[in-house]
Antibody, heavy 124, light 106 residues
Framework: EVQLVESGGGLVQPGGSLRLSCAASGFTFSSYAMHWVRQAPGKGLEYVSAISSNGGSTYYANSVKGRFTISRDNSKNTLYLQMGSLRAEDMAVYYC?????????????????WGQGTLVTVSS | EIVLTQSPATLSLSPGERATLSCRASQSVSSYLAWYQQKPGQAPRLLIYDASNRATGIPARFSGSGSGTDFTLTISSLEPEDFAVYYCQQRSNAGTFGQGTKLEIK
């Protein structure tokens, strides 16, 4: 059974940093691109970041570019999102999601399995 | 950035009725469009990808159509568990989501 379990969320002050983790199991993690998607309270979904299966290629939404860093450790089956210079508008539930299609090429850009999400609260 | 506009914002229907949800892109996304369902307190669930392909395990009452800038998600006969929020998402140029359509029980 595919499982994605996020952790690392919590309360952080504006300007602070936080690292999210996503532990994957039930599939060959190193074969899939992975993604982060967020959802502000009561709002819609926003695509945040992506990383290729081998970690060699990354993508960031303009809203987080230069402040967030996505990475992965395929030996630990874990995806990360390092978040810095946090702002009030970064407050959201952060979901990790698996790409629909395995492979070392570019991702499908669709997300077939999602974690339960971890809440990041940015407040003084 | 490609903007996706979903309509209507809210759709009120009864179980057994047919639901038609729309998603319009600000520029062509070819067939690179997906639909997701999200229930309160849950993560989204992939329903349709590449405009018309049902994801694994998705019932046949869900179907998608369209290409270019205009897309439709149809639920042929609503079941009680189908009442949720639905999002479209494009992967043609990075990835953006529509603002969602809330499907509520009439």
């Amino acid at each position: 059974e595919v499982q994605l379990v996020e952790s690392g969320g919590g309360l952080v002050q504006p300007g602070g940093s936080l690292r999210l983790s996503c532990a994957a199991s039930g599939f060959t993690f190193s074969s899939y691109a992975m993604h982060w998607v967020r959802q502000a309270p009561g709002k819609g979904l926003e695509y945040v970041s992506a990383i290729s299966s081998n970690g060699g290629s990354t993508y960031y939404a303009n809203s987080v570019k230069g402040r967030f860093t996505i990475s992965r450790d395929n030996s630990k089956n874990t995806l990360y999102l390092q978040m810095g210079s946090l702002r009030a508008e970064d407050m959201a539930v952060y979901y990790c999601a698996r790409d629909l299609t395995p492979g070392s090429g570019s991702s499908s850009g669709y997300f077939d399995y999602w974690g339960q999400g971890t809440l990041v609260t940015v407040s003084s | 950035e490609i903007v996706l506009t979903q309509s209507p914002a809210t759709l009120s229907l009864s179980p057994g009725e047919r639901a038609t949800l729309s998603c319009r892109a600000s520029q062509s996304v070819s067939s690179y469009l997906a639909w997701y369902q999200q229930k309160p307190g849950q993560a989204p669930r992939l329903l349709i990808y590449d405009a018309s392909n049902r994801a694994t395990g998705i019932p046949a009452r869900f179907s998608g159509s369209g290409s270019g800038t205009d897309f439709t998600l149809t639920i042929s006969s609503l079941e009680p568990e189908d009442f949720a929020v639905y999002y479209c998402q494009q992967r043609s140029n990075a990835g953006t989501f529509g603002q969602g359509t809330k499907l509520e029980i009439k």
